[in-house]
């Protein structure tokens, strides 16, 4: 299934930003669906997912209490909200599917950045 995230951008230390992920040609809705980020140099990261059967959510410890995803099943769309931004949460972030959070694929298509400055 192949993805797009949108929504990055320039932000901040302490401020906001919704990433939304979008298929023009498959249902998010039957989809697990995860965000990673990957910074310069670093190891990709996964930071979230969204199951498909009853919509619970998972985060890494990274971003627990600051990033919420959630699903907009009417806009096909996925999100991910970034609040309290800090430096460290600069990267790349791209999204994917699987049947369920343990089989979601590596990101295949483009990623947005997010960068956090000041």
């Known amino acids: 299934v192949q993805l797009q995230a949108s929504g990055g951008g320039l932000v901040q230390p302490g401020g906001s930003l919704r990433l939304s992920c979008a298929s023009s040609?498959?249902?998010?809705?039957?989809?697990?669906i995860a965000w990673f980020r990957q910074a310069p140099g670093k190891e990709r990261e996964r930071v979230s997912c969204?199951?498909?059967?009853?919509?619970?959510?998972y985060y890494s410890d990274s971003v627990k209490g600051r990033f919420t995803t959630s699903r907009d099943s009417a806009k096909n769309t996925v999100y991910l909200q970034l609040n309290s931004l800090k430096p460290e949460d600069t990267a790349v972030y791209y999204c994917a599917s699987g049947d369920t959070c343990r089989t979601v694929v590596s990101p295949r298509g483009p990623g947005t950045l997010v960068t956090v400055s000041s």
């Open positions: 040609r498959f249902t998010l809705h039957y989809y697990a």
């Open positions: 969204l199951t498909s059967t009853d919509n619970k959510f």
